[in-house]
């Protein structure tokens, strides 16, 4: 509370835990037709850039998508060109990262 007030000029504040990057997924695992649905948000009073990316277990880049100014996003992912196989999906905004594993069947 001091350094907030004394360093940063911060001069009013709510009490309790900063809700930060969410991420969620479903259906998983996904199906060789089925789409995967995905909502990605940022705390409710604050907006920014979100980098969101799809990496196979090789480390190359399936999917990726920059949003920037928002604080909620929907996406509906068609995977019936993704191998079979597992993929991280990592959500960044260059402080807090949210890594989430699937699997394709």
């Not at 350094?3 to 709510?14: E, L």
């Not at 969620?24 to 649905?37: A, I, K, R």
């Not at 604050?46 to 980098?51: E, P």
Request: some cysteine; proline content about 5%; overall charge neutral.
């Amino acid at each position: 509370e001091c350094t907030a007030f004394n360093v940063y000029g911060v001069r009013t504040y709510t009490s309790g835990v900063c809700s930060g990057l969410d991420m969620d997924v479903f259906p998983v695992p996904v199906g060789p037709n089925s789409d995967l649905h995905i909502n990605l948000s940022y705390p409710d009073l604050m907006t920014g850039s979100m980098d969101f990316k799809v990496i196979d277990l090789y480390g190359k880049v399936i999917e990726q998508r920059l949003f920037n100014s928002v604080n909620r996003v929907n996406l509906q992912l068609s995977v019936a060109t993704w191998p079979t196989g597992v993929f991280v999906l990592l959500l960044s905004n260059g402080r807090q990262s949210v890594v989430k594993k699937i699997s394709k069947y």
